[in-house]
Every structure is written in C-alpha cells, then in structure tokens.
C-alpha cells in the first residue's frame, strides 16, 4: 500500500456526459473557445472532427516512425554488408562482396520492422499507457464511455478552473449529466 | 453539369450492417458472445476434434526428433517434400488477413471492419504453422537459431545474398508486426470487455490487457496515426512475403521454377487461398454465433469477388507457366511442363486445374456468390487445389531434372501426413480459443458504420 499523497486538488476535475458525437463536437470547440486547455473528450470510437475542434495535431507518431523505418533500413544494409565484407568476407568468383541488390530484401524487412515496431511503442508510450488507474474511471457512468456515451472532462489543473463557474459552463452546454471526477 | 445517374437495382448494394443496430447493441452483441454466452456443446465438440489432430503434431515432432528427417518422405533428389510444400501454403493463407487488415483499410473499404480481426487472427495462426515447418525441416530443430545473425564461437554467418536467410527475416518480421497490428487494434475492444464484464476476474485480465485505455480523444488520434502507418508498412510487407517465398524456387536453377512470373504468381495464390480460408472459416462462424446482420451478404459476395479476380490471375500463371515452357525451346523446361501434366504426379496437377481454375468460374454468378453452402464448397475445393498446386510446384521439379540417371520418386509417409494434419489441428484450436476469448470482430471500427456514427457524410467507396 502507498500512502495517499496530501493534494491541494482533491477533486481531478468536473466530467459531462453527452448523448451523440455531435454534441460532443460542439461541446469540445465551446470549451476550447471559453479558454480551457487542460481537458479531454471520450468517445467510444475516433472521431476525426474532434481532431480540429480540439486543436490536436500530434505527429510525433510519423515522424519517430520514420526515424525507426530508417534507422532499421541501415541496420539492415549495414549489417548485411557488414556481415559478407568484413566478419566473413567470402570471395566467390570474384563477385563484389557488397553486392547491394542482394542484401535489398533484408534491408526492406528490417525497415518494416523497426518502423512498425516503432509506430506501435511509440504511439502506446506517447498515450501513457500502461496506466492501470486513472481519475476518470471514479465515475460509475464512464463505463459507457467504451460502450455508447460520450464525455467531457475539464481538469481542475487548468488555471481556468472554478468548481461552481466551471459546473455551470458544463451545464450550459446541455448535457445528460455532470458529474465531479474524484482524484 | 452531370446529373447524378440512378444505378440500376442489380448494381445498388446493401448496407455493411443490416439496419436496426445502435452503438450498445453492436457493442453488447459483439462483447455478449465472449462475455456472456455460455459454451456450447457445439464449441467443446469441435475443439475436442481440433485438439486431436494437433496430437498428430505431437507425435510426428517427437518421433522426427528421436529418428530425423528419414521417418519423411523425402529423399535425393526430392529433399524439399511435405515440410516446404506446406510451409508455402500456410504462409499463403495468411495473406488475406494482411490484404484485409491492412491494403483494404487504406483504400477505404469500409465493409472490412466486420472481417480483419478475424482474418487477422487467421494470418497470426496460419504463420505460426507455416514456421514450424523449416524449422522441423532443418533436421536438427534444437539448432534452428544458427539461422539468426549472432557473434559465436564457430566464427559464422548467415549468407545474406541467400533466399533461404531471406525468408528468415521476412516471416519472422511478419509475424512480428501482424501481431503487433492485431494487439494494436484489440486494445480499444478490451476496454469495452472490461467496462462490461460482470465478474471482477474477467474484469482484471481484459482491464490488463487493455492498459488502461480510457477512449480518450488525444489517445485516439495517436492511436489512429500509427494504426494508419502500421498498415501503411504492412501492405508492401504481405507483398514482400511471399515474393521472398518465391525467391527460394525463382533463384534455383531448376527447370520449373526459374521464371520470373514466380513472385506475382505467388502473392496472388497466396491472396486467392487466403480468401477461400477466410471465406471457409467465417461462413459457419456466422452461422452459429448468428452473426448475420454484421457479417452480411455484402461481405461474402465481396469475399467471393476477390477470389475470384485471385484465381483467375493464378489461372493466367497457369497458362503462361506452360506457355514458357513451350516458349523457351529448352529441352529441360519443354520436358518438365510435359512431365507436370502427363508424369507419375499428373492426376494431382489435373485436380489442381479443376480446383483452382475451373471450380471458382461458377463465382461469376451472383446467385453462388450470395448462396453461403455452395460458397463454402467452392471454398473448401479452392483450399485444396492450392495445397496440390504447391505439391505439384515443389514436387515435379525436383523429382525429374537434368539427369535422368538422377530421377527419382516421392511418396508422403504416415509421418508427414501426421505432422500436416497435426498444423491443421493447430490452427484450429487456435481459431476455436480465439472465437471463444476474444472479440472476434472489431467493435470500434464496428461503430463508425453505423447510420449517424459520422458527423460528415464522407465519400464511401463501395
């Protein structure tokens, strides 16, 4: 057992739950545009309008995933020339010992290897995950976020974040419910 | 300016899901068959079948480890029998759940979502068979890691310009990354499981395996990136696959197998029974887990298409393989086709021809495509005639070659009939403990086709 750390914030933030992806949207883009930046919508399957309306254009994915593609494409040039030139250079007929056409297949594998690989750590690493616990599954309703409802949770950590204020904005966005997300 | 035209009836499809369905049906349907069903005595039926014939592997990897290779078939010159002819044909079958998963998602197939887990489980058990089998073949299985790149004492390396190593490389990474890709699209699908499971012990497993995925929106457009850029990758890699399988024939200098239509030829085979294994394995799926509203007419008769459009350019490799033995005036390439199709082994090469390209032109009509019993025959038939087509590639050129001081004869043993039915078996309870623990169709992707999922009416390629 830990012991519970002493939190100025007792409360992680204030969630609300709507009934479509639409309102959702319009939820996300309200709360963007009143200020809030520290806040996250559920849904339970991607919804690319989300993607403006929340202002989220990570592309670190790509771009690692294309560090990886490379990296793995010289590993595997590298370590086939390597490997017939210099650790067992064997010399048959006079043909080149790089012989670059010949080592393309493994160059290629090794490419979709890494990058795949790449892709795949880098996108769970970059969500944080492993996290067995977190805030939001405190409340009971958020179940249905993996099911059919939608969610809107503002952190308390956003410095624009007043419990009362904040309740109240959720409100005027007509949601089903809101609800306070213990710690 | 065009007016828009109304296609006539016949060309109009149906919906991928029939109507009727909302977000917490799909998801309860699809969850309810893992979380809620009870097993029935149809399932512990058919994985007591699947469970014997695995034993076949059993005996047949023991007794080969105890005596060796010799307990084969195999002999000189046919040292490549069973083991290599069913290493190309599992590999092959897996490559419709790679084409579904991964090319079909980037040309934005929608109809797709209810099929690639399946599938893809297909692709992961059917490349699990299909390495065994070099390995076993090797003889001496305990020292298969001599195949790898690694600093040891004997001072050797793989050779790199061989087909052989590149092999290694390609099924080992397609294992890998087919894998990969099939845990990345089950991740979402775990959290609903563990959302809604009732008992606290499926809860915790399903809530590990999920890693605590909340459906946040900033985890979703990671996630979408990369599951973008994983097919991205794994399209040319299916690809890739079984041109390095071809590669093993197509750079030997044996008449039959050095031609250059081997790569092509072979992704499409691959393609062609991979979809007759999809299309075997799903039709009774669907009918007794009453899946039909979600895997719909539209998907078999699109299935049966493609298999179609496969067999039809593996016909035309048929055709040209004969046609390049006539063509080349080489004595050993004229004499190899003439001995494929009038030789010890032309009752096999014939049941090919009438498995693989007569059976499936009776796809050309609606009425089979949209009949799933005869779909399902024609399924199982292609599934054979393209296991024969690999015996008859494997066997007939090497049986005859050059020299006919050097011909010989090759006859399959008790043995490797065990050991293949054995990875029938395999495969089997694979697929039966797949269908019973996990989701077998993808939940989420499920609920982006439903009426009202999409806020924007996107173009959806038919």
Not at chain 2, 112 to 124: C, K, P, V, Y
Not at chain 2, 274 to 279: D, E, K, S
Not at chain 2, 291 to 314: F, Q, S
């Amino acid at each position: 057992m830990s012991i519970q750390p002493i939190d100025e914030h007792p409360l992680y933030g204030l969630m609300a739950e709507f009934e479509s992806p639409g309102e959702l949207v319009e939820a996300a883009r309200l709360t963007r545009e009143a200020g809030f930046r520290k806040f996250d919508a559920f849904s339970p399957y991607p919804i690319h309008e989300l993607d403006d309306a929340m202002d989220l254009h990570d592309n670190r994915v790509s771009l690692y995933t294309l560090i990886g593609g490379l990296i793995g494409c010289v590993g595997g040039f590298g370590l086939a020339s390597w490997v017939q030139a210099v650790a067992l250079p064997l010399n048959i007929g006079g043909r080149p010992l790089i012989s670059a056409p010949m080592y393309i297949p493994i160059t290629f594998e090794c490419t979709v290897l890494v990058g795949g690989l790449t892709a795949a750590i880098s996108m769970i690493m970059m969500n944080g995950l492993p996290s067995p616990y977190h805030p939001v599954f405190n409340v009971e309703r958020f179940a249905n976020a993996s099911r059919n409802k939608f969610f809107l949770c503002i952190e308390s950590a956003d410095p624009h974040f007043d419990r009362d204020a904040t309740a109240s904005f959720l409100e005027s966005l007509n949601p089903e419910e809101v609800a306070e997300v213990a710690r | 300016m065009p007016q828009p035209v109304e296609l006539p009836s016949r060309f109009q499809v149906g919906p991928v899901i029939d109507e009727g369905h909302s977000l917490a049906s799909i998801s309860d349907k699809v969850g309810g068959i893992v979380l809620k069903r009870k097993t029935t005595l149809g399932w512990i039926l058919g994985f007591l079948i699947s469970f014997t014939l695995l034993q076949g592997l059993m005996a047949g990897a023991t007794w080969l480890f105890i005596k060796g290779v010799g307990i084969w078939g195999i002999n000189i010159p046919v040292g490549w029998g069973f083991a290599i002819v069913n290493f190309v044909w599992w590999i092959g079958i897996g490559h419709a759940g790679t084409l579904i998963s991964a090319i079909l998602l980037l040309l934005n197939q929608s109809w797709r979502n209810a099929i690639n887990r399946f599938a893809e489980a297909m692709t992961i058990f059917a490349v699990m068979c299909a390495g065994m089998f070099p390995v076993l073949h090797t003889g001496r299985p305990w020292l298969a890691y001599w195949l790898l790149p690694y600093p040891n004492t004997m001072d050797l390396w793989p050779q790199f310009r061989s087909p052989l190593v590149w092999d290694v490389f390609a099924v080992s990474t397609y294992l890998t990354i087919s894998a990969v890709f099939w845990y990345v699209g089950l991740i979402p699908d775990f959290a609903t499981l563990r959302d809604s499971a009732k008992h606290r012990w499926k809860a915790v497993i399903f809530g590990m395996l999920a890693m605590g995925w909340r459906s946040s929106a900033r985890h979703w457009q990671r996630y979408e990136k990369a599951a973008l850029l994983l097919a991205g990758l794994s399209t040319p890699l299916v690809v890739s696959v079984h041109t390095v399988v071809s590669f093993d024939f197509a750079v030997s200098m044996l008449p039959g197998w050095h031609t250059t239509i081997f790569p092509p030829y072979f992704v499409a085979g691959a393609i062609y029974s991979g979809f007759a294994m999809v299309l075997s394995l799903m039709i009774p799926v669907r009918r007794f887990y009453g899946l039909e509203d979600i895997i719909t007419m539209r998907h078999l008769n699109n299935m049966a298409k493609l298999t179609l459009t496969t067999g039809l350019i593996v016909g035309y490799g048929y055709i040209f393989e004969a046609f390049f033995g006539y063509y080349s005036a080489d004595i050993y390439e004229k004499f190899m086709i003439v001995n494929r199709m009038t030789g010890p082994y032309a009752p096999f090469y014939w049941t090919l021809i009438f498995c693989n390209v007569l059976t499936p032109q009776f796809l050309w009509f609606k009425r089979i495509r949209t009949n799933p019993l005869i779909l399902w025959i024609i399924s199982l038939v292609v599934n054979v005639g393209m296991w024969l087509e690999r015996f008859v590639i494997v066997i007939t050129s090497l049986h005859r070659d050059f020299l006919p001081s050097s011909w010989g004869i090759y006859w399959p043993t008790i043995w490797d009939w065990a050991v293949y039915f054995g990875t029938i078996g395999l495969f089997l309870t694979c697929i039966f403990l797949f269908i019973r623990a996990l989701p077998m169709i993808t939940i989420f992707e499920l609920r982006m086709l439903l009426p009202g999922a999409r806020l924007v009416k996107e173009p959806v390629v038919q």
